[in-house]
């Protein structure tokens, strides 16, 4: 299970792109066979999420540039009238709710945004000629106090197989929209005439640059997501492809996304036609589901092995904890024959895959196989290293993932080992009883778990690097069945991680 934390909580990031994508991409007649990670964001999830909506639209408002309102007409006595209002600003805003919705009819998101109130400041510029030729030009401040329902329904499209949202579909009601000149101070009827004058005007110009705004913040954000997601499941030269494998689905309960889940190294790719994926496999209990394909975790180590990262150093404490896991007579006396005397310190024992690891998913855990080589050297002042112990042996494990206080945990259940190739200078003829027994019960009680937790400790620190520490994740559940594995958990939004992204961005 080395790679199910990458892939698991990597694809975490991609949460917020689970959307409905439209006919502009082509996936062929069984969509599904190509698809190894599959997302699905419940009910409570989407409306965890829209506590944070206030912040977009908000954020929306004050971003959006205002141009000037321009107007005149023609009254009797007055002549004609013109008037311009400009400088217009976003002060004292606020929203009462926001809801949600998962429309399946309608493949979309709605949105109802509930009596947002602001209060618009500016410069009110007007002139009329008189009837008898008397010209007056007057300036004055303005307050517009508004409140006002705002309705988003949310379609997103599939462009170049990435999401591409559209939340032009945008209507603002407005309940209240009153004009205020300078302190009260001008009479009625100039208050009465300049309100009847602008109001239908200013609704237009409103509702045009919020709506506009709010979807260029919605298309920023989801395209934040979306590289956010691709980096985290990056590193270096191995790549996972998360573009769409299919058109996701909009349920009432559920929204659900289906990507490729392939890697992607140097100049090679794996390729998964056989995805054994089915919706009926995940439920509707928990707040976000991710579902994962054996053949994405068996290309994963396959690309780490290319890649020589499946590598391990251990000296000092590491090795001493690894060669003392018992304190016996016959352990001391076989470490003593071993290390000849050697501390630790001058000593460092290397462990590396010499074949692909084969990775295979049960319902008891992720089972590992690989032929693994250990060699043991000690390094001498002056001279060139003394290998003192060299195995190659064939491994069989069983291993169990958790995800706990932000850490990755990999157990291992059950193992065999089966010495292949045995060097020992401790031992030339390989067949003393108490070295070759010491060395099988060290691999299997000290050597398997400690190579498993270095391996979820770089893990963790890989996954954490990306910012995963950010989010928090609530009882995650990790679920091996033949084929796939399934990571369900609840979790809270760090909503620090959005408005930094928008303060930085706007």
Known sequence: MCWAGRIMLGTFSILLGLVHAAAACEFGPFPYRGTGIVCRMTKPAALLLNQEIAQVIQAAFRN?????????????????????????????????RSEVELKEEDSAIHISIRNVTALFKGTLSYGYTGAWFLQLFHSVDFEIESSIDLQLNINLMCQKDRVAPDAS???????????????????????????????????????????????AVAQMLTNFVIDLAANFVQD????????????????????????????????????????????????????????????????????AFLDGQLVLNLRGEKLQELFEMEDTEVQRKAVQRIFQGTSYND????????????????????????????????????????????????????????????????????SSVEIKVFKCTADPSGEDPSIQSFLKNMILVAGIPEVTSSIGSALTSLMNSKRLDLFDIINPEIITRKGYVIVQLDFGFPNHLLLNFLEKSL
């Not at 209240?176 to 300049?194: A, I, V």
């Not at 030269?237 to 659900?256: F, G, H, N, Q, T």
């Not at 089972?367 to 064939?394: F, T």
């Open 64 to 96: 959006a540039k205002f141009p000037n309102v321009t107007g005149e007409r023609s009254m009797r006595l007055l002549g004609r009238v013109a008037y311009a209002l400009s400088d217009i600003q976003v002060n004292d805003l606020s929203i009462e």
């Open 236 to 303: 270096q030269d191995i790549v996972v492809d998360i573009s769409l494998a299919s058109d996701p689905v909009i349920k009432a309960r559920y929204i659900e996304s289906h990507h490729k889940g392939t890697v992607l190294y140097k100049n090679s790719s794996s390729v998964l036609s056989d995805s054994v994926f089915s919706p009926s496999l995940l439920t509707e209990s928990r707040m976000l589901y991710f579902w994962l394909s054996e053949h994405s975790f068996s290309s994963l180590a396959a690309a």
């Open 169 to 215: 579909d945008c209507y603002l009601t407005f309940h209240k929209l009153t004009l205020h000149l300078q302190g009260d101070k001008q009479p009625g009827w100039l208050k009465q005439l300049f309100t009847d004058f602008i109001s239908f005007t200013l609704k237009l110009v409103l509702k045009r640059e919020v709506c506009k705004e709010i979807n």
């Open 347 to 414: 000593s460092v024992a290397k462990v590396w895959s010499l074949t692909q690891p084969q990775i295979s998913f049960q319902p008891e855990g992720t089972v590992v196989r690989s032929s693994v080589a250990v060699e043991v050297s000690i390094l001498l002042a002056g001279e060139e290293p003394l290998v003192a112990l060299y195995m190659e042996k064939e491994i069989t494990a069983t291993i169990q993932a958790t995800y706990a206080e932000k850490k990755l945990i990999l157990q291992p259940v059950d």
